[in-house]
DNA sequence: CGAGCAGTTGATGAGCTTCAAAGGTAGTGG
DNA sequence: CCACTACCTTTGAAGCTCATCAACTGCTCG
């Protein structure tokens, strides 16, 4: 059985499933681990680190954190995509990111969240409460300057996603985005190629600063330059992955 | 005698000049220290501090470090605006940000900075040695603590930039850059409400993801509606901070 | 099989860019 | 001190990209 929705889970006890028992519970198993915070804890020390964390499983579309609630956690995604956005009074949206196995969210110095993030697709997490996150850095230092090497790259991330919704054209986005996906899903050790989309044209829209009629258009576009070639609608094989590139950058 | 302009201070020995004597060179006595990341170091070890950083000065147009260019430094800013900006390779730019005492430039996890930064007004400088910086965290813990905490405010502040340049219409982001470097100035002790605008209009244009006519028009539209009032080009008097906050969220 | 939603395609229009020129302002030299 | 020059800013007119509105297609799931 499974919930369907999930509350959101950043101050309130979460209705979000506790890990079942068919999957590893254990730091020492987590394939997200090499590529998150929890790469400073040494492995002899990994069930200090168990006993901080709740693993959660979120179902698509469940709220994990929401923009200006108490900031009382802070996440690791282990699985699955999710996506952090914030919104404006009137209903528009920007997405600041898609978040994979190793990147974390929730890292604020203020009060509260300064955004909201949902799954995309069936979500693994673990939860940190942030004053036990203060005791295992001042337990491991190196958990703390590889958080601090984290949130640099996330930095650099979010100033290229900035000369994207600046400075690109729609055709330039769409391919920037495919080429990230794409990328960041081989670093990942996924299949790189036939490129996953998870999230929905409208989703791809928000992140990129578009609606998603351009979105499809840009699509249509890439398809007839035969630089991609859509399997289904969330699958898109790269052709000529130089091309795309070039194409990133007004080439 | 003043250098009118500096070469890339980030790997080459600049020709920027030492500072001057009419000037303190001690930390002590720095103005920018509180909202630094040298606030993690305690005033009786402020010696270990001086002893590791060169103090520098830059011209206006003086170049501070080149996207490309191997991250041998970092820089916290204690005077003046810099900008940080990142270019297609047909010209378009992306500015990413002005920092001013208390920013600093070139947290760069890979080897190369990810982003130019140049002078826009006067500006006063310290660069620490990537070495001497590792020595320090590891003699001052929380001198690395601080740095993440500036490091998730950056996060933060660009995640609202995402959302200003993906979607707010050139009015809204017009409104939201002047009460950001107004409510800046104020959280550095200087004037907030004639805002200062150091930046040309092309710098504003390159911020907020517009053309210089666009934004020169969206000044006029707010002068129109009396929300501000241009003194100069570049101080601007707000006459009505609620009905501009209102037209940063789309009211 | 039909309902409903996601995605695509088409037509129109708005907002911003581009191109062009005039108005200001600051710095320079007589 | 003032005139001249050069650049920055503002304003105007036309064009283009993307948004909006609308219809259609195709897929998923009772």
């Given at each position: 059985?499974?919930?369907?929705?999930?509350p959101s889970l950043g101050s309130s006890p979460p209705s979000a499933r506790a890990c079942p028992e068919d999957e590893s519970r254990l730091?020492?198993?987590?394939?997200?681990?090499?590529?998150?915070?929890?790469?400073?804890?040494?492995?002899?020390e990994l069930m200090t680190l168990e006993r901080a964390v709740t693993d959660l499983h979120v179902d698509p579309r469940g709220a994990i954190v929401d923009e200006g609630e108490p900031a009382q956690h802070m996440f690791n995604v282990t699985a699955g995509t999710v996506k952090v956005y914030k919104l404006l009074p009137d209903g528009r949206r920007q997405i600041i990111g898609f978040l994979m196995a190793g990147d974390f969210i929730g890292l604020a110095v203020r009060q509260s969240y300064a955004y909201s993030a949902e799954a995309v697709t069936?979500?693994?997490?673990?939860?940190?409460?942030?004053?036990?996150?203060?005791?295992?850095?001042?337990?491991y230092p190196s958990m703390e300057k590889r958080l601090l090497g984290l949130a640099a790259n996330?930095?650099?991330?979010?100033?290229?996603?900035?000369?994207?919704?600046?400075?690109?054209?729609?055709?330039?986005?769409?391919a920037t985005f495919l080429l990230m996906l794409s990328d960041r899903a081989r670093r990942l050790g996924m299949p790189s190629n036939p490129v996953a989309l998870p999230m929905s044209r409208t989703d791809i829209?928000?992140?990129?600063?578009l609606t998603t009629e351009t979105v499809s258009r840009a699509f249509t576009q890439l398809k007839n330059l035969k630089l991609i070639r859509l399997e289904t609608t969330s699958q898109a094989q790269i052709l000529d992955t130089e091309a795309l590139r070039d194409l990133t950058e007004g080439g």
């Open positions: 059985m499974t919930t369907s929705f999930s730091c020492a198993d987590c394939i997200a681990r090499p590529w998150s915070m929890c790469a400073g804890v040494p492995d002899s069936p979500v693994r997490l673990c939860r940190f409460p942030r004053k036990k996150l203060e005791e295992l850095f001042e337990r996330e930095l650099a991330v979010a100033q290229d996603l900035m000369l994207l919704l600046g400075r690109k054209t729609a055709k330039e986005r769409l829209a928000d992140y990129l600063g």
